[in-house]
C-alpha cells in the first residue's frame, strides 16, 4: 500500500507533537513531507533531523538563518520561512493530508489553499471555522475537498454521524469539562494568575485552548465549528458541562435516539481518526475500561460563571464578520491575560465591548475576514489604552 504523504502545520505544538507520535506508530502507512512552526526552532529542527520531511518552514522570518543552520547535514530538505510559506505547504503536491494544528487565525489561509487544491484537510485549528466557516465551507463544496474534524467533541460528533444524514438529527449534545476553574468560587474569579487558569482537570493542551476552555470560550468557538461543520442552526446545539470528559459529544435523533462517543481524554484518537478515516488502526490512545468509568455527569453551564457562552450563541446568530471579531478579540484577550496585563474576568468583558461596537458585515472574501480581525485587535488595545 502506498504511503499517504502528511503535511503538519503546527508540528510543535500540542496537537502537532501528538500527531506526529500517531504518524511515527503508523509510518507503514504515513510519511510526512512537511512540517512548519511558528517559532520554536529547536524543536522543529530535531523533528526535521528525525523524520526527514522534503521541506521544513519556520513562520517567523528572523529565525531562517538558525533553522538552515541547524539543518545543513540534511542536504536536499528544503528551509523556507514565513507565512507565505506556511500556506504554501497547504497545497504541497506530494500531500494526500494537510494536519493544520496552527493556533488562531494564521490557520485560516493555509486551510483555504489546502482545500482549494482539493487536499484533504484534518483540522484542529477550530479558528479557521469560527472565522471563516462560510468561506472555507464554499471552498470545500467547491472543489469536493473534505475537512475531518480533530477537535475531539467534533470528532465524536463526526463519527456518531457516519451513515446518518444530517436531516435526521435533532439536537447536538456538546460536552465541557468545565475548565480549570469550573468549581473556583465567583467571588474569586477576578483575582486568578494565568497559572490557575492553566491547571486543565481533563486535558493537557496548548496555552489558548486551555484557557478558552476556563472562560467557555472554548465551547463559543466550538458551537460555531459545529454549525459549519455540521450545517446545523445554534439552536440546535447544547453544551452540557460533564466534568469527567468521558463522553466527547452526543448526537440525538428524531426518532429519540442518542449516540455518543466515549473514550479517554487523549487527542491521539481523534486525530488518528482523522488522518486514517474511515479506516479504523490500532493507536497509542489509551482506551477506556467500562468498568473504571465512574459516574457521567451532564449540568447545563452557569451562566454567571461562563458569560462567554451567550455571546457565541450570539455570535453565531449575528454571523457575517461577527465571529471573526468575537475570535480576534478574544485571541488579544487571552495574549493580555497570559502577560498579565488583564484580569481573568476582563478576557469576555473586553471581548463583548468589542462585539457591541461592531455592525457585522457580509464576508465576501479571506480579507474581509482578515480585516475585522485587525479591527477587533486593535479595538482591545483601544479599550485597553481607556482604562
Ligand atoms: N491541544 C489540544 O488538545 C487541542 C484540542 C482541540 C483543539 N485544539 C486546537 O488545535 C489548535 C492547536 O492547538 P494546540 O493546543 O496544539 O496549540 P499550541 O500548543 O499552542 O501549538 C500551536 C502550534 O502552532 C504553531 N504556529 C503558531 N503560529 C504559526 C504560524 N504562523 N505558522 C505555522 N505554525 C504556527 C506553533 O508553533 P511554535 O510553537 O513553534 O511557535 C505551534 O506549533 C488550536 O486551534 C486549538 O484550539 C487543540
Known amino acids: 500500500m502506498e504511503k499517504k504523504g502528511v503535511v503538519i502545520l503546527g508540528s510543535t505544538g500540542s496537537i502537532g507533537r501528538q500527531a506526529l507520535e500517531v504518524i511515527e506508530n503508523l509510518s507503514d502507512r504515513f510519511r510526512v513531507v512537511a512540517i512548519a512552526a511558528g517559532t520554536n526552532v529547536d524543536l522543529l529542527a530535531a523533528q526535521a533531523a528525525r523524520l526527514r520531511p522534503a521541506r521544513v518552514v519556520i513562520a517567523e522570518k528572523r529565525l531562517y538563518g538558525d533553522l538552515v543552520r541547524r539543518l545543513e547535514g540534511y542536504p536536499g530538505m528544503e528551509v523556507l520561512s514565513g507565512e507565505e510559506a506556511v500556506a504554501d505547504s497547504a497545497q504541497y503536491p506530494g500531500a494526500d493530508i494537510i494536519l493544520n494544528a496552527i493556533v488562531g487565525i494564521k490557520g485560516l489561509v493555509p486551510t483555504l489553499r489546502a482545500l482549494c487544491a482539493g487536499k484533504t484537510v484534518a483540522l484542529a485549528n477550530k479558528e479557521t471555522l469560527v472565522a471563516g466557516g462560510e468561506l472555507v465551507m464554499k471552498e470545500a463544496r467547491k472543489s469536493a475537498a473534505r475537512i475531518i474534524p480533530v477537535d475531539s467533541e467534533h470528532s465524536a460528533i463526526f463519527q456518531c454521524l457516519q451513515g446518518q444524514d444530517i436531516s435526521s438529527v435533532k439536537t447536538i449534545h456538546i460536552t465541557s469539562s468545565g475548565g480549570a476553574l469550573r468549581d473556583c468560587p465567583l467571588r474569586d474569579l477576578a483575582s486568578v494568575t494565568p497559572e490557575d487558569a492553566l491547571r486543565h482537570p481533563t486535558w493537557n493542551m496548548g496555552a489558548k485552548v486551555t484557557i478558552d476552555s476556563a472562560t467557555l470560550m472554548n465551547k463559543s468557538l466550538e458551537l460555531i465549528e459545529a454549525r459549519w461543520l455540521f450545517d446545523i442552526s445554534p439552536g440546535d446545539i447544547k453544551i452540557w458541562i460533564h466534568p469527567q470528559s468521558i463522553i466527547h459529544s452526543m448526537v440525538e435523533f428524531k426518532d429519540g435516539a442518542l449516540l455518543a462517543q466515549l473514550g479517554m481524554p487523549d487527542m491521539r484518537l481523534p486525530i488518528q481518526?482523522?488522518?486514517?478515516?474511515?479506516?479504523?488502526?490500532?493507536?497509542?490512545?489509551?482506551?477506556?475500561?467500562?468498568?473504571?468509568?465512574?459516574?457521567?455527569?451532564?449540568?447545563?453551564?452557569?451562566?454567571?460563571?461562563?458569560?462567554?457562552?451567550?455571546?457565541?450563541y450570539y455570535a453565531c446568530r449575528a454571523g457575517g464578520t461577527m465571529p471573526a471579531v468575537m475570535n480576534a478579540a478574544n485571541e488579544e484577550a487571552v495574549k493580555l491575560f497570559l502577560a498579565r496585563e488583564i484580569g481573568f474576568l476582563e478576557i469576555v468583558n473586553l471581548v463583548e465591548k468589542v462585539m457591541e461596537g461592531h455592525n457585522t458585515a457580509v464576508v465576501e472574501s479571506a480579507d474581509s475576514i482578515l480585516s475585522a480581525d485587525s479591527w477587533a485587535r486593535r479595538k482591545v488595545r483601544e479599550y485597553l489604552g481607556h482604562r
Open 273 to 312: 481518526y482523522a488522518l486514517t478515516f474511515p479506516e479504523r488502526l490500532p493507536g497509542i490512545a489509551r482506551s477506556l475500561d467500562p468498568a473504571t468509568m465512574g459516574p457521567l455527569t451532564f449540568t447545563p453551564p452557569d451562566e454567571l460563571r461562563y458569560p462567554a457562552l451567550k455571546i457565541g
